[in-house]
């Protein structure tokens, strides 16, 4: 048998992980852009807020809709302390100065992508959900294999649950045009140096691919 990580999604063994698409860096007035004027959060985020709201969050929708016909199960994880002052959290978190508070509005998923239902939502402290949550046990109890990636930030906190997924026996499908960075330099270096982890389609690929499971393709 050859071993290969181009393998398609079976919706009773995947999960569909959004990473960190919460208000705290995927919304304008997050806290993650305090203290900037109008004219410096444009001049600094613009491509990314253009990107995301115009293209990357709508592929996502799509994302979304899609697993949940097919029967895929849907997660999501958000930067989020345990507790209010944050010192819980990593201390790479702590040099960086990323507190997101307990039970604050930063820690939300942003509304076009909320969770419905039980579907199942996990704060973390550090970059990899996979060190700062027990994501592994709760896909272990899923019979969970494959690891449908889209997220925020694309060379950090995605990098890290796709390298962490991949170290721990999951095969994972990164959608390329359903995760963003603050550059497209910075996105498509990702893109390349995690490419030999992962599985890379576009969100129409994957859209397509589940579309043709839900209907016994």
Known sequence: MTLTREVPILPLQAALLFIDVQNFGADRKGAEFAGLSESELEQKYGWYFDRLENHVVPKMQRLQAA?????????????????????????????????????????????????????????????????????????????????????????QCVESAIRDACDLGYLVTQVTDACLTYSQERHDNSLRAIKGYCRQVTTDQLVAELQDVAAGV
């Open 67 to 155: 697993s949940r016909a097919a029967g895929v199960e849907v997660m999501y994880t958000t930067i989020e302390s345990l507790t209010l002052d944050g010192r819980d959290r990593s201390l790479d978190y702590k040099i960086t100065g990323f507190n997101v508070p307990k039970g604050s509005w930063d820690g939300k998923v942003i509304n076009a992508i909320a969770p419905v239902g039980d579907e199942i939502l996990l704060p973390k402290s550090s970059s990899s959900v996979f060190v700062s949550t027990h994501i592994d046990y709760i896909l272990r109890n899923l019979g969970v294999r494959q690891l449908i990636i889209s997220g925020l930030i694309t060379d």
